[in-house]
């Protein structure tokens, strides 16, 4: 069975210090790992993904995030946050079958000045 | 390419109507996906087709909802009637081809029933 566990609701960080949004995952299989970003008001937006290459994937933005298989872990950072990073940021785990894509509960980013 | 359109984008009824949800997805694009969205359940898969076909509503709520889409770049999603706890916002997203997980989603119908 899959899941994908995202450990912090809400993650607030001041303009220019890292962001680090966690996420865990279970899969029977070899997962497609992905990051979804939500803006207010808007829908979902593909960040990055990994699909078994490299184990550090860089995105959009400036966002990257690293698999550990070892940690059934693939977090989200970024080195300086930016005012226009508050958004909602989802984690979703993909072994195959549009039916079995699940998403995270979301992180909430806030970043302030 | 314009993304995926949806629209209304903002739909205030009365209880007992019905509510019907439209979208374009993306030119090319086989597959085409509604979820919907709130707070106390977060991002919940509702139906998705494939070249036209449904392959899977099991994550539609009731028979008060009901899905189609008649060609590759238009679908509808109906609520009749409709209930306030049907209060949402509706996405439709679109991808191309069956291994990706790649999913393009449109900004979103947000329902409103009183």
């Known amino acids: 069975a899959q899941s994908v566990t995202q450990l912090d609701s809400h993650v607030s960080v001041s303009e220019g210090t890292p962001v680090l949004l966690r996420c865990n995952y279970s899969?029977?299989?070899?997962?497609?790992l992905f990051w979804y970003v939500q803006h207010p008001n808007k829908g979902l937006q593909l960040l990055l993904k990994?699909?078994?290459?490299?184990?550090l994937v860089k995105g959009i933005n400036g966002f990257e995030a690293e698999f550990k298989k070892s940690e059934t872990s693939f977090h989200l950072t970024k080195p300086s946050a930016h005012m226009s990073d508050a958004a909602e940021y989802f984690c979703?785990?993909?072994?195959?079958?549009?039916?079995?894509?699940?998403f995270g509960a979301g992180t909430r980013l806030a970043v302030h000045p | 390419d314009a993304g995926v359109i949806q629209s209304p984008r903002h739909e205030v009824t009365e209880m007992g109507q019905e509510v019907t949800l439209r979208c374009k997805p993306i030119s090319g694009h086989d597959y085409l996906f509604w979820y919907r969205q709130t707070m106390m359940r977060g991002l919940e898969l509702l139906i998705y087709?494939?070249?036209?076909?449904?392959?899977?509503d099991s994550g539609m709520p009731e028979d008060r909802f009901s899905a189609k889409m008649p060609n590759a770049s238009f679908s509808t999603l109906k609520i009749q009637p409709s209930e306030p706890r049907d209060s949402a916002v509706y996405f439709c997203?679109?991808?191309?081809?069956?291994?990706?997980?790649?999913?393009?989603f449109g900004e979103g119908s947000r329902l409103t029933v009183l």
């Open positions: 899969s029977s299989y070899s997962p497609s």
């Open positions: 087709f494939n070249n036209n076909v449904p392959i899977d």
């Open positions: 997203a679109s991808s191309a081809g069956s291994k990706t997980g790649e999913l393009f």
């Open positions: 990994y699909t078994s290459a490299a184990t």
């Open positions: 979703v785990v993909y072994s195959g079958g549009y039916n079995k894509l699940i």
